[in-house]
């Protein structure tokens, strides 16, 4: 007898939906695949390569036999590099104890929720935000609270309304900086503003999201909450990891530092799911971490360079509106003056996912639709990729708006 499958899954996985940037970028991929002509910019994933030196240590430690399991929270060695760059970065003083390290920031993200969530726990949000985030609080048992952040405030979330979204059930904030999908990132000043709120909350935890922040633009720096307000730091995550600021997206290597006890239960529950990292991504990630850093410059000075670019070609496409992100690499433009209109190939573009599926379809390029980030009326499209391609894209992009009636 056959088994449905609803009858084989469990509840918990009917409160989440599988990644709409995955699901982009493998469309993308299909249709390529096919003979499309194909530019996609849905993925979040650096087009530079790793490191030499990176790699190199990568051959060493496969050379020197280090392919053993280690301890399930990371190397001492590597996370005595996290807790060095972590200081050297942002001047915080964690002790290596305090660190874990995990197949990516995302595993991060889900051992804090998951170890700390309990049914009915609130997680605030704000949005536009990573795909992720709401899903993984609602596997955790938590309810994610959406915090809108418009563009009038530059994406960003406002101390008045961080005040008015917290309740005696909020457990977490989930803060962003850079910020995926937008790439807004909060000054000392806007920062400090949202730490002065939490101040006057103490049963209030908070999970900062820092992966993108080296990629920062116009010589700005983005605070992280510990380095802004110490005294959040008895219940602060703060994460980061070497995918974004290294290349290093499939070496799959994240990590956080939190108070040991929250790391020490983040832990037993990595003991009993993946279990520690590759050793040889660890190994690369000591190079990374500890090694030179003027690699991160350079590309830097490149992703500044196709940032103004497409900022300025999608602001002369009619009906987009694009501001200028001050860091990570994306923009995150309003369509909403292509709404209401039929392209040319006869879609109607009544929502932002119709836009991009269109855009997909018509003109080959892939975006990824602001709904996906909880945030409508929006498409967000990746920097990450060669000039040419993105002049190219841009072009299409402006030819396909040109065309809607």
């Keep these: ?14 409160r989440i939906s599988p990644s709409q940037t995955i699901a982009i ?14 530019i996609s910019l849905s993925a979040g994933e650096p087009d530079f390569d790793t490191p030499d030196t990176i790699k190199q240590a990568a051959m060493r430690a496969i050379a020197a036999g280090e392919t053993k399991y280690t301890d399930v929270a990371g190397t001492p060695a590597l996370r005595r590099a996290v807790a060095e760059r972590f200081n050297a970065d942002s001047g915080l003083d964690y002790t290596w104890d305090e660190v874990i390290v995990s197949n990516g920031g995302k595993q ?15 997680a605030i949000i704000p949005a536009p935000c990573w795909v992720s985030y709401p899903d993984i609080v609602s596997l955790a048992e938590g ?37 995926n999908p937008t790439g807004a990132a909060y000054s000392a000043a806007e920062m400090r503003a949202l730490c002065d709120v939490l101040l006057r909350h103490p049963d209030v935890w908070i999970l900062t999201d820092d992966i993108y922040n080296k990629l920062v633009y116009d010589g700005f720096h983005a605070p992280t909450v510990v380095e802004v307000e110490p005294r959040l730091r008895a219940r602060t995550v703060t994460m980061n990891g070497v995918s974004k600021a290294y290349a290093m997206t499939g070496w799959r290597i994240g990590y956080s530092a939190a108070p040991v006890q929250l790391t020490r239960a983040m832990n037993k529950l990595q003991s009993q799911s993946t279990s520690g990292p590759c050793s040889i991504s ?9 090694g030179p850093q003027d690699f991160i410059g350079t590309m830097v000075s490149t992703y500044q360079a196709r940032r ?4 300025a070609m999608l602001n002369e496409a009619e009906g987009l509106h694009c501001p200028v992100p001050e860091g990570a690499f994306y923009v995150f433009p309003s369509l909403v003056g292509c709404l209401g209109k039929t392209s040319a190939g006869g879609t109607l573009i009544d929502t932002d996912e119709a836009f991009v599926t269109a855009l997909l379809d018509e003109e080959g390029v892939a975006a990824v639709h602001g709904s996906a980030f909880m945030f409508a009326g929006h498409f967000r499209i990746s920097y990450a990729t060669d000039t040419e391609s993105l002049k190219e894209a841009c072009r299409r992009i402006q030819r396909f708006c040109a065309a809607l009636r």
């Design 308 to 311: 103004d670019l497409v900022v």
């Design 282 to 290: 660890q190994a690369a990630a000591v190079e990374a971490l500890t």
């Design 25 to 38: 970028s493998t469309k993308a991929r299909a249709l390529k695949a096919a003979g499309k002509d194909i």
């Design 143 to 179: 309810t994610p609270v959406i915090v809108p952040c418009g563009a009038e405030h530059g994406f960003k979330l406002q101390p008045e309304a961080l005040e008015a979204a917290i309740t005696p059930r909020t457990k977490w904030l989930l803060l962003n900086s850079p910020n």
């Design 108 to 122: 991060i993200i889900y051992n804090a929720m998951v170890a700390t969530i309990n049914p009915g726990d609130e």
């Design 1 to 14: 007898m056959d088994l449905d499958a609803m009858d084989l899954t469990a509840a918990r996985l009917d």
